[in-house]
T-cell receptor, first 112, second 110 residues
Framework: KAGVTQTPRYLIKTRGQQVTLSCSPI?????VSWYQQTPGQGLQFLFE?????QRNKGNFPGRFSGRQFSNSRSEMNVSTLELGDSALYLC???WGQGLGQYFGPGTRLTVT | GEDVEQSLFLSVREGDSSVINCTYT??????LYWYKQEPGAGLQLLTY?????DMKQDQRLTVLLNKKDKHLSLRIADTQTGDSAIYFC??????????FGAGTTVTVRA
């Protein structure tokens, strides 16, 4: 089975712009979660989607949003980018509860 | 993750065993995980354990859970140079929202 794929792998944006990141889960996985990884804050949970519904949400401002499509692919959007949004954004998928989350390689976002 | 603590660094000689320790504070945590991250890569799920288990073994990996002390450890037997990486401990109540520790950088020396 192919693993979790994320596109693009690298992205450079300017402050004030918006960005959309994409995640394709492992085939058959219906839960998709997003995490932000920074040197200062470590790994932080953004949100989780299941069957096109957001089920869990972390403590991030409303500039961070996401959605999931009927084929379980997910996108996350960050509007009005700030320098502090520079991070590795990781997507993870899961088949079900108790079966672990499998991560993609991440999208490295740099905001200048 | 504010609820999960790990030591930051571990240096081990090739061929020895590595033990990485982690403590967590949420007593309702049901699932506990170990992930590995190599430079420039995402997180690789190594193993996980349910809170009703004390131990889990998977080839060179042994996970021990002391639920009373909220202490989790990962032992890597016969550590190899390819085991050099950052290891993250994580906990979750529902298996969908994971809280991670800061990660332990393991360096394997010849």
């Amino acid at each position: 089975k192919a693993g979790v794929t994320q596109t693009p792998r690298y992205l450079i944006k300017t402050r004030g712009q918006q960005v959309t990141l994409s995640c394709s889960p492992i085939s058959g996985h219906r839960s998709v979660s997003w995490y932000q990884q920074t040197p200062g804050q470590g790994l932080q949970f953004l949100f989780e989607y299941f069957s096109e519904t957001q089920r869990n949400k972390g403590n991030f401002p409303g500039r961070f949003s996401g959605r999931q499509f009927s084929n379980s692919r997910s996108e996350m959007n960050v509007s009005t980018l700030e320098l502090g949004d520079s991070a590795l954004y990781l997507c993870a998928s899961s088949w079900g509860q108790g079966l672990g989350q499998y991560f993609g390689p991440g999208t490295r976002l740099t905001v200048t | 993750g504010e609820d999960v603590e790990q030591s930051l660094f571990l240096s081990v000689r090739e061929g020895d065993s590595s033990v990485i320790n982690c403590t967590y504070t949420d007593s309702s945590s049901t699932y506990l995980y170990w992930y590995k991250q190599e430079p420039g890569a995402g997180l690789q799920l190594l193993t996980y354990i349910f809170s009703n288990m004390d131990m889990k073994q998977d080839q060179r990996l042994t996970v021990l859970l002391n639920k009373k002390d909220k202490h989790l450890s990962l032992r890597i037997a016969d550590t190899q140079t390819g085991d050099s990486a950052i290891y993250f401990c994580a906990e979750s109540f529902n298996d969908y929202k994971l809280s991670f520790g800061a990660g332990t950088t393991v360096t394997v020396r010849a």
